[in-house]
């Protein structure tokens, strides 16, 4: 059934977390509903989150909580780097990651790669209010492109890599981006002091999806650190992986943080600082437990993970 005819029907958007459990939110109304060449699209506004991209039947961004995840993505692997000036954003049609990576002022340049042009047009007339002008900064750069061969076929070094990415779902567009043979790819993009950060999907709903990204990226960097949030829009704390060639985000103090905010950063964060840095690579121990689980092998192109379904 289309997120439309649900609307219309009912006025409830249901989205699977599982197979066996799911949660409903009432639409207020949809302001677009079609497909692209690669995924289903709805924007819709929620009574409760207000405007939402929502991918494949996944919510991906809300203006209720979006800066949670944005800044919880960026800022970490950023503030980490010690003078991050070429980035490469993955996914992100939104514009909102490159939005937190500007907010950087020691960033020269960004190059943001998305898959699907259609998602990018509809966000851009939609949803203005998480891009905020960034596609029109002279800093940032849109290449529409599979994100995976443009690594390939690109020589170019960064000093960060954000992979903002959507799920891996099986038949969707980017289970080939969490593999073995993908993070090779990235790490031989990076500067020699370089960091990539990835979202890694729920802690909560695919926790063994979550453990086998990070398990995957610490196959191939010799630093990892995973870390989660709580996300309301997705009813989930949300899990985050850093792979890095020299810097370890883990041993940063409150003060250090805070400090590199006010010397590098122009504009406002509404979430991260100091004391959240601290906190959102303190994971509990069964999570911790399943991060040292041998028996979860990481992902390769003909092995790959896949959200459970």
């Known amino acids: 059934m289309s997120l439309e005819k649900v609307s219309k029907e009912g006025t409830w958007f249901i989205e699977f977390n599982t197979p066996f459990s799911y949660h409903v939110r009432g639409i207020r109304r949809v302001l677009y509903s079609g497909v692209t060449k690669y995924q289903r699209v709805a924007i819709v506004e929620f009574e409760d989150l207000g405007k939402a991209l929502v991918l494949d039947g996944k919510i991906q961004s809300s203006l209720y909580d979006e800066f949670v995840y944005h800044e919880s993505l960026v800022h970490p692997a950023m503030i980490t780097h010690p003078n991050p000036r070429r980035v490469l954003i993955l996914g992100g049609g939104e514009g909102a990651t490159a939005r937190e990576v500007l907010k950087h002022r020691s960033v020269e340049k960004v190059i943001m790669v998305d898959i699907d042009d259609e998602v990018v047009r509809l966000v851009k007339e939609y949803l203005p209010e998480m891009s905020q ?177």
């Open 133 to 309: 002008g960034v596609f029109d900064n002279p800093r940032f750069k849109l290449i529409l492109q599979d994100g995976r061969k443009f690594l390939e076929e690109s020589g170019d070094k960064y000093d960060v890599i954000i992979l903002d990415l959507t799920d891996p779902l099986e038949g969707g567009p980017s289970y080939l981006l969490y593999t073995i043979e993908f993070y090779s790819i990235v790490r031989d993009r990076l500067s020699d002091d370089g960091i990539m950060v990835t979202q890694a999907t729920s802690t909560s709903y695919s926790l063994r999806t979550f453990a086998t990204i990070y398990r995957t990226v610490a196959s191939v960097f010799p630093i990892t650190r995973a870390y989660q949030v709580y996300m309301h829009s997705y009813d989930s704390t949300w899990g985050f992986v850093i792979g890095s060639k020299k810097y370890d985000p883990a041993i940063l103090t409150p003060d250090e943080v805070n400090n590199r905010i006010r010397e590098r950063i122009s504009g406002e964060l509404k979430f991260y600082e100091g004391d959240i840095h601290r906190a959102i690579f303190v994971l509990p121990k069964h999570i911790r437990a399943v991060l040292s689980d041998e028996s979860i092998k990481p992902a390769t192109d003909k092995n790959p993970t896949f959200l459970p379904a």
